[in-house]
């Protein structure tokens, strides 16, 4: 790497007044299919490997290509990675959304823009800077065909010469992206320097926003979160994967399938020891998922609402059957299709209640990608241990976009199997301890049966019936009143105990305030950033952040520590918020509602002037 480039060094502002440094968001809008996802990671990357802490969101429209799409990274010297309303940097590259993205600019933004688009005449409070890429990409790019994809990277040179991007970690951050591919490290590092090189030489810095060094990302990765899921399910033992294709979440799948060829290949016969199937429709997958888990092996799938709606009766019978079964749901908007490239947390009261009938099931509630990977292995464990189908409730925001992550530590527990016989002298022993085996029998109060598994031992008594009718404690076929009650009964004590098993929630107290939060998901980040802000306006808030459903008694402890309690669902229907209220009787007068639906990702100004409308009434 050359001298030149190391020392490379932004203008400072050429007017008066103060310096907004590593403090800002800068938004790109290009269109769908462009190629810019490259160019905007690239320039995402180098902020990051410049110690300074970012996070990186995604915007992108339904269909393969060509409507418009946006991407959003943000830079907090004070760590915050929760979506910004306000935009320091804007890069149009989209003429179909470039007056609407210029509009929605605050005052004394920086604006970098196609020169054709002429924009500087729309407003009279914000830095304009008009760039030819059209010209530049044709002086800098020899292939014809690539210079629709090498005219984003010329941006990245002119947004590095505007803000003081170390074009060293320019460099750096385009060969990770590219790799090994020698060819297309030297055409895009071309196009990038000749924005570098075009801005030193035709831009004036007019505006505050800059980048400096820091150290607060040393040892820190990057990481989606249907990745960060994919690692835990392969540390979690997970031998069986069978989906359908649905957005947000394919990529989970996706991602698994990766690590397996990686990891899970057997080193002296080079074959496969994991199944992955794409089945045809949800329906499909998650009746592979029961078969599998019913046979003994770690199975998963993994969908979104719609697919969700259709594994319903799949799922009572994992539930009444007593099947253990992982499904990871990355929400995103709905009803029916709704916004597919959107997020919500909107399936948390369909899923909690997933099936016909008297239903409940066990949700995981991860809140950054670290817990979407402990949350996998987790999720098995509990399957296993209370044989029924456990939901991990990712949303779009936390699964598809990028986040700023201290590693993930290597799992230590064992894998927690549950309650299984599995030899012959296993089910003698049961047997002379408990009279019989009797598969739907509860013999020690906690509501969780015993189970064999299919194969592993000759046993006479290892047999029985998987019914998902009517059935008795040894699943035999019944219709009778008593014995369906009594199982009913059972599955209500059994979620019961569930409460001391489900991850409890995190709670942070401060000195006494009446005030309390309770969020959950992806929302943890916007919350912790709001309490800041409200924090230094004077107003103390303790926060509860909910991981898991069923609750455990800590909700409503810290509801009846509190005065008021805000509930911040990214809902329209303030579903956490009514099955609090559910929860806490005596209490739910206390609950404030803080709601978030318009399918971008959850802000800290929203919850803060939530709280404030709040407080003032």
């Not at 690590?259 to 997958?285: S, W």
């Not at 598809?400 to 064992?414: G, L, T």
């Not at 009846?560 to 809902?571: L, P, S, T």
Request: glycine share 8%; with cysteine.
């Amino acid at each position: 790497m050359s001298t030149a480039i190391l020392e490379e060094k932004a203008p400072l502002p050429a007017q008066a007044g103060p310096a907004v440094v590593n403090d800002f968001s800068i938004h790109v809008a290009t269109a769908n299919g462009s190629g810019s996802m490259s160019s905007n990671n690239i320039l995402m990357r180098s902020i990051f490997q410049m110690g300074i802490p970012v996070s990186g969101k995604n915007l992108f429209p339904s269909n393969i290509q060509g409507l418009p799409t946006w991407f959003t990274i943000r830079a907090s010297k004070e760590g915050f990675i929760a979506r910004r309303r306000d935009i320091g940097v804007l890069i149009c590259m989209n003429p179909e959304t470039a007056h609407e993205d210029v509009r929605t600019v605050h005052s004394g933004a920086a604006v970098i823009y196609e020169e054709s688009l002429k924009l500087d005449g729309l407003r009279n409070d914000v830095h304009f800077y008009a760039v030819p890429f059209q010209k530049l990409v044709l002086e800098l790019v020899q292939d014809g065909k690539l210079r629709r994809l090498a005219v984003n990277m010329i941006y990245v040179g002119v947004a590095a010469w505007l803000l003081g991007i170390d074009m060293a970690e320019v460099e750096r951050a385009v060969e990770k992206q590219f790799k090994n591919k020698a060819k297309a490290i030297e055409i895009n590092l071309k196009a990038i320097r000749g924005g570098f090189d075009w801005a030193g030489k035709n831009l004036k810095k007019a505006d505050p926003f800059r980048l400096e060094r820091m150290n607060s990302t040393a040892g820190k990765i990057i990481i989606d979160g249907n990745a960060a899921a994919a690692i835990g399910c392969v540390l979690a033992g997970v031998t069986v994967v069978t989906w359908y294709p649905i957005t947000p979440s394919s990529a989970l799948a996706e991602s698994f399938t990766d690590y397996c060829r990686r990891f899970r290949i057997d080193p002296e016969t080079g074959k496969p020891t994991f199944a992955i199937v794409q089945a045809e429709d949800e329906l499909a997958a998650i009746g592979m998922v029961l078969g599998a888990a019913w046979a003994g092996a770690r199975a998963m799938t993994t969908t979104s609402g719609p697919g969700i709606s259709l594994m319903s009766e799949f799922t009572g019978l994992g539930y009444y059957a007593e099947i253990p079964a992982v499904i990871f749901d990355v929400q995103r908007v709905g009803p029916s299709t709704g916004l597919p490239t959107r997020t919500m947390q909107g399936d948390i009261v369909s899923t909690y209640n997933l099936s016909h009938g008297d239903a409940r099931h066990i949700l995981l509630i991860p809140g950054s990608v670290q817990e979407c990977s402990e949350m996998a292995g987790e999720a098995f464990n509990l399957a296993e241990r209370f044989q029924t189908p456990v939901f991990v409730m990712m949303d779009l925001d936390l699964g598809m976009n990028n986040w700023m992550s201290d590693p993930f530590p290597y799992p230590e527990k064992p894998f927690d199997r549950g309650k299984v016989l599995r030899t012959s002298g296993d089910i003698d022993r049961h047997v002379k301890k408990f009279g019989a085996f009797e598969r739907y029998k509860d013999v020690d109060g906690d509501g969780i049966p015993w189970r064999t598994l299919p194969g592993t031992t000759e046993h006479p008594l290892a047999a029985y019936f998987t019914r998902g009718s009517g059935h008795t404690e040894r699943a035999t076929y019944s219709e009778r009143p008593d014995d369906y009650k009594n199982n009913m009964d059972r599955l209500a004590r059994k979620f019961e105990t569930a409460k001391a098993h489900v991850p409890r929630p995190i709670v942070s107290n401060g000195p006494g305030s009446p005030v309390g939060l309770i969020a959950y998901g992806s929302s943890d980040f916007a919350v912790e950033e709001a309490r800041v802000i409200l924090r230094k306006r004077g107003l103390e808030t303790d926060y509860l952040r909910l991981r898991a459903l069923p609750f455990t008694p800590d909700a409503a402890e810290f509801v009846a520590g509190h005065e008021r309690v805000y509930v911040v669902d990214q809902n329209r229907d303030r579903q956490m918020y009514e099955l609090l209220t559910l929860e806490v009787r005596e209490d739910c007068g206390k609950l404030r509602s803080i709601r978030h639906y318009d399918g971008f990702p959850l802000d800290a100004e929203t919850v803060v002037e939530g709280v404030e409308a709040g407080e003032k009434n």
